[in-house]
């Protein structure tokens, strides 16, 4: 007698092209699915269903985040054997809401460490970006002038990572292959002995005012957590070297923006390179539009023409463990918080 399949509600908009590489990849093969695509098919759906795993397959663009958590929550709530939900990004920030976070029986997964490379190569263009003083030069360039100046060598620059998880890793090792870079890591998590020795300092949130003086880049990759939330502020910024250049490419609300920008204004850190913001898109009348200390991207630096593909091959693997009974090497943990405490995006995001 055939096994029966699992059944998985792919919780995505109409006519995502992922649908269509699951079944070029074959994956639909070893399970059955529904595509639920609205919060009105999900509430039409049986009082029990026979679902056993999620897959959340959007990067909010026809389908909102506020959406894909709704319909979320109703497949929770309908699907009394549901063990597994994944989603396509890396960032769950979206789902954190009391009824997930309080549904213990099941397993979350994201797409850790499917876009590490391109956040990387971002840290290293910004580096280089501020060291060759391109800046300078653009604005010469705009205003017709020639006129030499001298520039940085990026070589063994001192590089200090908040939040030195997969990505941090990631930033560590281009920027150390390429440029000898100098990484001090701040992280809650364990670090090994091993790894600690490959660095010039690790240390806990606490101890982030010991690392700011020795560093000349700081690079924040923090998750948005209560904890987090304008975790870099005022204070913060005032304890960094005044050649101190500031990235973000972790989460926006876990820096406060108003802080940030009255810091670049006073010549407290010397420039910033932004992916991510407080407020997405970045309202029009942001000043950071106009300030030319600061390298700004839409939140697109992951936004690669493989990315669909990377998050794939992440949830085949996940979906191998699932079917098989494996442990999950990216589970995360939904800390039991109501979302409203957040401020979430509106826009796509991984």
Known sequence: MEQ????????TEDGHEGIQKLKDRKLTDLFSFDAITSVKQAESLPSSTDYTGAFIMTMGNKMTFTDARAIAEIVVEKSPKLRWVHTLTTGVDFLLSLKLSEAKHITFTNAKGAYTRPL???????????????????KQKREHKYEKHVTQLAHKAHVGIIGYGNVGRAVAKLLKDSLEAKIYAITNDPVSEEEKASLEFVGKTEDMDKMFP???????????????KGLINASTFKLMKPETIFMN????????????IEALKKGTIAGAGLDVFEVEPLPQDSPLYDMDNVLLTPHSTDITDNMLDLSLDCFQTTLHNFLHNKPHFNKVNMEPVSYTHLTLPTTPYV
């Open 4 to 11: 029966k399949k699992e059944k998985l509600a792919i919780i």
């Open 214 to 228: 020795k560093v000349d880049y700081v690079v924040t990759i923090l998750p948005l957590t209560p904890k987090t």
């Open 120 to 138: 990387a190569e971002f840290v290293l263009m910004t580096v280089l970006y501020f060291a060759k003083k391109m800046p300078v030069f653009m």
């Open 249 to 260: 490419i972790g989460r926006g609300p876990a820096v406060n923006e108003k802080d940030l």
